[in-house]
């Protein structure tokens, strides 16, 4: 009996060059499965490319709002910054799309998993490791980086099948989801290069962005965004409204060197819009709501949470443990925050929250405060005790 094959499918040339690879090398029947996680494809083209090429099914998911809730607003809660840059929009969206994957060979009662990913990239980590997790009774393969598969032969391969290759010889490799568009490949690779402007879409350029700043106010609940100047909004149409209003001032450009998994450092270029506002927001809040205990603590908890989501470990033990402090810490994490949008820059420029423990009382400079000064001296005295004594034995011995 032939095998029946569950292909993550994009409507790109490796995906296409992989339905037919797999009906003709492994006689296997192929389901293929595109989800939406917002990147803007044509979801209907994809189904129709998919069909033409002979599949005995295809599923199209509108993941965007699962996505949205279950993915980004958890990133939310934990800063997740990767290298303290880059907000993981691909990453993210891996975890899910295995996971729908999964959802579909299960019903379909298919024996195989597969992607399209190469040998070089974060990607290849994230769907193998969630796959083989989450249906450990399944093949899972990776054709592309498993067969050695160069562009150049796929062409070729493709021209052969017919399989309609995009006359646009495409500039640059694009992915994206509703947190953010990763783009690579091209005149990018010179990391000595500014990006040229028609690599970016969700933003403008900052020079063109509107003379006047804007001021956007963001609404958080348990640590999670839930207002845009003041009006409520529901996950996925809240990402897409900061998306366009940040997008419009410029903000979110990010450009920097990234340390992937397999060791490779690479240039990588980002337009994360929303993701760049929601995210100072919400770090700025966490610092008025907590203690510093909880600050400083809970940096090392983010710093772990985004290196496994990035990882491709959003399904091992420790994500979930890690959640269970985020959670909790979060509770408290409601509030406003300001901030102003001009040309490409970003400033947090208030915050207001009932659980605040900033007590203007304390902190001002008037004399008369509810800040009992006298207590200070003897702190001080105990604070600084050691660094004293060592001070002290030092210049001792430092004597001829
Ligand atoms: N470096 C980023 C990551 O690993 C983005 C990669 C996006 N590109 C891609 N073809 N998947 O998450």
Redesign the pocket.
């Given at each position: 009996m032939s095998e029946k094959f569950v292909l993550a499918y994009s409507g790109g040339l490796d995906t296409s060059v992989l339905i037919k690879y797999l009906q003709e090398k492994c006689n296997a029947q192929v389901i293929t499965v595109t989800v939406d996680v917002g990147q803007g494809e044509d979801l209907k083209a994809a189904e129709e490319k998919a069909q033409k090429l002979g599949v005995i099914k295809h599923f199209s998911i509108d993941a965007k709002e699962e996505f949205a809730k279950e993915y980004v607003f958890p990133a939310i809660k934990a800063n997740a910054l990767y290298e303290g840059k880059?907000p993981?929009s691909?990453?993210l969206s891996r975890p899910l799309i295995a996971k729908k994957m999964v959802e579909i060979a299960a019903k379909e009662g298919a024996t195989g998993l597969v992607h399209g990913c190469t040998g070089r990239?974060?990607?290849q980590v994230r769907f193998d490791i969630t796959l083989s997790s989450l249906a450990p009774d399944k093949k899972v393969l990776a054709p592309i980086r498993d067969w050695g598969l160069t562009r150049e032969e796929e062409i070729a391969y493709a021209q052969t099948k017919g399989i309609p290759i995009s006359e646009d010889a495409k500039k640059y490799?694009i992915?994206a989801s509703i947190w953010g568009r990763?783009i690579?490949c091209g005149l990018l690779e010179d990391a000595n290069q500014e990006p040229p402007e028609d690599a970016y879409d969700w933003t403008v350029s900052p020079q063109k962005a509107p003379d006047k700043p804007e001021l956007i106010t963001i609404t958080f609940e348990a640590g999670v965004p839930v207002k845009v100047n003041g009006k409520k909004m529901a996950p996925l149409l809240l990402i897409k409204e900061v998306n366009s209003i940040a997008g419009k001032h410029g903000v979110g450009r990010i450009d920097h060197i990234?340390d992937?998994l397999v060791g490779i450092k690479?240039r990588?270029v980002y337009e994360c819009p929303a993701a760049t506002v929601i995210l100072e927001a919400h770090k700025d809040l966490e610092k008025m709501v907590m203690t510093r205990h909880e600050v400083l603590f809970k940096q090392q908890i983010d710093a772990q949470w985004v290196f496994l989501a990035?990882a491709g470990l959003w399904v091992d033990p420790l994500k979930d443990d890690l959640d269970a402090f985020i959670n909790c810490s979060q509770e408290k994490v409601s509030g406003e925050v300001k901030l102003k949008l001009y040309k490409g820059g970003l400033q947090v420029i208030g915050r207001s929250s009932p659980m605040s423990l900033y007590d203007k009382n304390l902190a001002n400079y008037n004399i008369k405060t509810t800040f009992d000064q006298s207590s200070s001296k003897g702190f001080i005295e105990l604070w600084g005790m050691q660094t004293r004594i060592y001070n002290t034995l030092k210049k001792a011995s430092k004597k001829p």
């Open positions: 880059y993981i691909t990453s990239g974060n990607d490799s992915d990763a690579e990234e992937r690479s990588e990035y």
